[in-house]
């Protein structure tokens, strides 16, 4: 019986390149051909770190292997498929559980031996090689150059040393960016707030870093982190580094920040790069030590702003329909559009109150977005995907039922011959491969057809019961629960600027149409982020809700539709 075998392929942007990834398919290959395996598919991930299994060809792997799609991995070595000892072993583990071998150019098939023993090296591998490199970056700062990025205000210096070997991590001074840099220092120093300054400097068309525009929070900076222009000490001369650790997430893969005790910071001066003289930077720094206590920022326990629920139904929903930019808080009542009041860069320079703009969003779910001639629309649609996914099920159950007829036919023959006394060279062989065929295709043929979901025909009437219900619940003692859920049936909230002047202006709602049938249905809408999958929303087991979804309103399964106007 010829085995199935898949090949997975990965480089590391950080020591390889991307021909690495030709080399070991070139490689795997050949050993296929060797062992006389069938190549059924190639897996790859380029430029990806193998300490985390968040890769689009290391999941396609995994799922195929749920699957039973292939009965071999052939990988150039373990550390390709991953570096962290727990991803190997559940991959390992995996893998065992489907009766699918595990093979690699360098250590040949992979036992619990291979497992524990590289596991252990190549997590040791990742450890050495971060020392190495954070080693490195501390031998740059000490000797008063960069250990990575550019900040504005400098330009990186072409230099090398007696050797002919390129400088690292050398800066000069950018005389053009330290002027905007000085007047930055003079006007925050003068009074003038990050806002005012990042308007200013827009309206003048100054690029901000990386030549985007300014704003205030790029100019003010974050005071644990040492961010933002007012806080840089390099302005003044000192270098410092290792403010901050990185660590990744094992859930999610992505990097997270965690701040080092101030008695691990490294600090060296660098008078060159001098660019505030020191009585302006000390008073631009005692105003920022006002400002923060009068937050009273230092106040706030560990944590806090991690763990804030929002507030409104609305936050983190609302968008600017000119630019595409956040609405927020304007004062204490009124939301508008962060780039034109904070940044001057957007034209949209209306307000709405809050509390109107949230009645009306809350009237506009309960009214309108679940009508009843929308509701038959989506039914009738739900039925025509259904019937067609149908179809093509049925199409291919037909297939599946005539190739399992001819090999059945095929194995009846083989059989008589047998019992007839024929023997020859590969008739086992054929045997084995004929049964371990029609076994695949009984167990595709025996996968039940999910049954079509039921839409209760009243399902407008009851989604707008409930979302009465929920406005009422909004300042009931279950009030966060309650706003949650009405936040999950919102997916976006545009304000555009007034047709004309003296009018209101116009807002355009976007609900999530998975979330509002599943609301008809008995089901709560998630929290934002938590993934929910809509299939699950009409009990579809599959991705046919969202299909129909997306017949019905467009990609993003989402209905739109324009509000009136909202008193300002």
């Known amino acids: 019986m010829t085995l199935r075998a898949v090949i997975y392929t990965r480089y590391s942007s950080d020591n390889q390149r991307e021909a690495s990834i030709e080399d070991q398919l070139r490689l795997c290959k050949e050993r296929l051909v060797r062992e006389g395996w069938e190549l059924v598919q190639v897996y790859r991930d380029a430029a990806l770190s193998g300490a985390s299994t968040l890769r689009p060809g290391y999941q396609a792997l995994l799922e195929s292997a749920r699957e039973a799609a292939f009965d071999v991995v052939v990988a150039e070595a373990l550390d390709r498929l991953s570096r962290d000892q727990e991803d190997v072993a559940g991959l390992f583990k995996r893998l065992k559980f489907a009766g699918i071998r ?48 550019l900040c504005y205000g400098y330009d990186i210096a072409r230099q090398l040393d007696p050797n002919g070997e390129p400088v690292r991590g050398a800066r000069r001074i950018n005389e053009a960016e330290a002027a905007i840099v000085r007047r930055i220092f003079t006007l925050f120093a003068g009074g003038a707030s990050p806002i005012a300054i990042a308007k200013t400097l827009n309206a003048e068309g100054v690029p901000g870093p990386e030549g985007r525009a300014w704003r205030d929070t790029t100019i003010r900076g974050h005071a644990g982190r040492g961010t933002g222009i007012l806080r840089n000490e390099l302005y003044i001369g000192r270098l410092v580094w290792n403010r901050m650790r990185f660590l990744k997430d094992p859930a999610t893969g992505k990097r997270v920040s965690r701040p080092n005790p101030r008695a691990e910071w490294v600090i060296e001066t660098v008078p060159e790069l001098r660019i505030v003289d020191q009585e302006t930077w000390e008073r631009a720094a005692e105003r920022l030590g006002a400002i923060r206590a009068a937050s009273r920022a230092d106040t706030l326990p560990p944590g806090f702003w991690a763990r804030r629920r929002p507030r409104h139904v609305l936050t983190g ?178 304000v555009l600027p007034p047709a004309a002047a003296g009018e209101a202006p116009e807002i355009v709602l976007t609900g ?30 599959s991705d046919l809700f969202t299909s129909s979804v997306k017949v019905v309103a467009g990609a993003c399964n989402l209905r739109q539709l324009t509000l009136l106007p909202v008193a300002c």
């Open 102 to 149: 595990l093979v690699t150019l360098a250590e040949g098939e992979i036992s619990e031996l291979h497992v524990g023993l590289k596991g252990t090296m190549n997590a040791l591998f990742l450890k050495d090689l971060a020392d190495k490199t954070r080693r490195g970056l501390r031998g740059r700062v000490a000797a008063g150059r960069s250990a990575g990025g």
């Open 317 to 494: 929903k609302i968008f600017c329909g000119s630019c595409g930019g956040a609405f927020g808080a304007i004062g204490r009542d009124y939301l508008g559009c962060t780039a034109a009041h904070r940044q001057g860069v957007c034209a949209n320079h209306g307000t709405v109150r809050r509390d109107a703009l949230e009645d009306l969003i809350l009237g506009a779910l309960r009214e309108q977005l679940m009508a009843p001639e929308l509701v038959a629309e989506f039914v009738a649609e739900f039925a025509a995907e259904w019937n067609r996914l149908q179809a093509a099920a049925g199409a291919e159950a037909a297939n599946l039922r005539k190739e399992l007829a001819a090999v059945e036919r095929k194995l009846a023959g083989l059989i008589d011959a047998i019992a007839e006394g024929f023997r020859a060279p590969g008739l086992q062989q054929q045997l084995d491969d004929l049964e371990a065929r029609k076994a695949g295709l009984a167990r595709q043929l025996a996968q039940a057809t999910p049954a079509v979901p039921r839409l209760h025909p009243n399902l407008g009437e009851i989604y707008r019961a409930k979302v009465a219900a929920l406005a009422e619940a909004l300042t009931g003692p279950d009030g966060q629960e309650a706003l949650e859920m009405v936040r999950g049936l919102v997916a976006r909230v545009e």
């Open 512 to 541: 999530e149409i998975a979330a509002m049938v599943g609301l008809g249905l008995g089901q709560a809408p998630t929290r934002p982020g938590a993934g929910a999958t809509p299939g699950a929303v009409a009990g579809a087991g």
